[in-house]
């Protein structure tokens, strides 16, 4: 089998309907948009989800779901980010510095996620670490200082 060989499979193209040459050909007249109103005129158009003027489905439903306005000043560090950091103190100013959170967090936590070979020191009330990653930091040699406890 060659790519010049391929052909589509028997039936799965239709030929394209020529509408509007005469009631013998099937599609006269009407050109199969049925009788009168907008869907049979040019420019027959309504926006999707248009009901003719009933209260559309999507208002109909209630709405769903939250979105925490807090949540584009948070971020969450694992320990396998910290290893990007240069240098041994990781502050909130440090984190953005090496890209790890955006430049809008305000406060970072840290999480157990990974491992952490060396010590470091977590400075500022701004970056706080869950219980396993303060261990696991304490562990590695590191230190948390000034109010970093989650």
């Known amino acids: 089998m060659r790519l010049n060989d391929l052909k589509p499979g028997a039936g799965s193209k239709k030929p394209r309907l020529r509408v509007g040459r005469g009631a013998s050909a099937g599609q006269g007249k009407t050109c199969g948009r049925g009788g009168k109103g907008q869907k049979a005129r040019k420019g027959g158009y309504h926006k999707v989800g248009f009901e003719g003027g009933q209260v559309p489905l999507q208002r109909r439903l209630p709405k769903v779901g939250f979105?925490?306005?807090?949540?584009?000043?948070?971020?969450?560090?694992?320990?396998?980010?910290?290893i990007k950091i240069k240098g041994d103190v990781v502050d909130l100013a440090g984190l953005k510095a090496a890209s790890i959170?955006?430049?809008?967090?305000?406060?970072?936590?840290?999480?157990?996620?990974?491992?952490?070979?060396?010590?470091?020191?977590?400075?500022?009330?701004?970056?706080?670490?869950?219980?396993?990653?303060?261990?696991?930091?304490?562990?590695a040699g590191g230190r948390i200082e000034e109010g970093a406890a989650a």
Not at 67 to 82: F, G, I, Q, Y
Not at 114 to 124: D, F, L, M, P, S
């Open 101 to 139: 959170v955006p430049a809008g967090t305000e406060k970072a936590r840290i999480i157990l996620s990974g491992k952490i070979e060396r010590a470091i020191t977590v400075k500022g009330p701004e970056v706080v670490a869950t219980k396993g990653a303060r261990a696991a930091i304490e562990q």
């Open 67 to 82: 979105r925490s306005a807090m949540k584009r000043t948070r971020a969450e560090v694992t320990l396998t980010d910290l």
